[in-house]
């Protein structure tokens, strides 16, 4: 996928994302509608009024974020002199997984050389406060999951997340970090070295602008990222009301897996993670546990064989790979004859795309692999 980034349209994204009522929902109802964030800010009222029902207020305030254009521009350059790029919603480069959520980050400044839809991702996360037993266990499981293949995902936080990170990397894999807080902003002392790793053997990425701090609002915000660009959620500590919690329920909404790390019973740090299980999520005892319940979703990055090759979708996937036809068509028509919602389908889809049993074309436009290339 094409990772370079045009800077007109950055800017672009940034001074639409600066209007006031202009959120990552009506960001991307703009953007779909007008086709980019500079024919919205070039558009006439009425035509903002027609195409998109847009208010007195909203179009008063489009006019108004024209003002940020120094401000974004500002952060364009200063992302470019620093080596951070700039991903925005609707642009080629924008990562799939994100397309498929609800309210996708307008945009996301990313620094480091991998590609997020590269390979079938698996988000680690728990408790800042872990146990050591908790920690190893984060390590090993980062670690064999990218000797399976798996870019593994997290939030560059103590305890679980840097030691999922670090198992990734030793292993010579790749790691995609989420930050809550602006990418130019050094972690200090234990995350120093790890962050400077995760930019030369995965990405950094972050949808809050350059000198933007770390805030406790950030992090759910940060979570729902987290979770969209996995399979699947592995949770393996955390107290009730925690914030990977809070990712392991935006896991579910976005059609994701969920699983939990059991652990020593009446312990703050195990009574999440065994809710969660009571709650149907999948018990995680290893690694093959999380490679069996994804299936051909991560068998194809395990295996080193290609993509689809002579694989069959799973069970609960195949009615809506037998919907697929050979030509691209357009994902309403595929889960109209599915019989599946939009929701479901989104995540059905891309589980396929990501197994290489389907293949996404633009337009929102899917076939089946090895399908003739429509138009």
């Known amino acids: 996928m094409d990772r370079t980034w045009n800077e007109d349209r950055a800017v672009e994204a940034l001074v639409l994302r600066s209007a006031q009522g202009v959120g990552d929902r009506a960001f991307r109802l703009l953007v779909d509608a007008f086709g980019s964030p500079g024919a919205v800010l070039a558009a006439k009222p009425a035509e903002l009024a027609e195409r998109c029902a847009a208010t007195p207020r909203l179009i008063e305030s489009l006019a108004r974020a024209r003002r940020h254009r120094a401000w974004a521009e500002a952060q364009v350059a200063w992302a470019r002199r620093i080596g951070v790029g700039v991903w925005v919603y609707g642009a080629p480069g924008y990562p799939i997984r994100l397309r498929q959520i609800p309210n996708?980050?307008?945009?996301?400044?990313?620094?480091g050389p991998l590609d997020p839809d590269e390979r079938p991702a698996v988000a680690v996360v728990g408790s800042r406060r872990a146990s050591e037993h908790g920690r190893r266990f984060a390590r090993r499981l980062g670690r064999e999951l990218a000797e399976a293949g798996v870019v593994v995902v997290s939030g560059m936080a103590r305890g679980i997340d840097s030691a999922a990170h670090?198992?990734?990397?030793?292993?010579?894999?790749?790691?995609?970090?989420?930050?809550?807080?602006?990418?130019?902003?050094?972690?200090?002392?234990?995350?120093?070295d790890l962050a400077a790793r995760i930019r030369q053997q995965g990405v950094c990425i972050s949808e809050f602008p350059l000198g933007v701090e770390a805030r406790p609002a950030h992090f759910p915000r940060r979570n729902r990222v987290i979770s969209a660009l996995s399979l699947g959620v592995v949770v393996v500590e955390a107290a009730p009301g925690s914030g990977?919690?809070?990712?392991?329920?935006?896991?579910?909404?976005?059609?994701?897996?969920?699983?939990?790390?059991?652990?020593?019973?009446?312990?703050?740090?195990t009574r999440g993670t065994h809710e969660l299980i009571r709650q149907g999520a999948r018990l995680?005892?290893?690694?093959?546990d999380i490679l069996a319940e994804l299936g051909p979703a991560v068998r194809p990055a395990r295996e080193g064989g290609a993509p689809g090759g002579g694989q069959e979708p799973p069970p609960r996937l195949r009615p809506l790979w037998q919907a697929l036809g050979p030509e691209p068509?357009?994902?309403?028509?595929?889960?109209?004859?599915?019989?599946?919602?939009?929701?479901?389908?989104?995540?059905?889809?891309?589980?396929?795309?990501?197994?290489?049993l389907a293949e996404e074309w633009p337009g929102r436009r899917y076939c089946r692999a090895g399908g003739r290339k429509g138009t």
Request: hydrophobic share 50%; no cysteine; charged share 15%.
């Open 244 to 269: 990977s919690l809070i990712t392991a329920s935006l896991a579910l909404e976005q059609g994701r897996e969920v699983f939990a790390v059991p652990g020593v019973p009446g312990m703050p740090n």
């Open 104 to 111: 996708p980050p307008s945009v996301l400044f990313a620094a």
């Open 284 to 288: 995680v005892e290893g690694v093959d």
């Open 329 to 356: 068509e357009h994902v309403d028509a595929i889960l109209a004859r599915a019989g599946w919602s939009a929701s479901e389908g989104a995540a059905g889809l891309m589980e396929l795309a990501l197994a290489g």
């Open 166 to 192: 670090w198992g990734a990397l030793e292993a010579g894999g790749t790691t995609v970090a989420v930050f809550g807080w602006g990418l130019d902003h050094v972690p200090r002392g234990w995350a120093r």
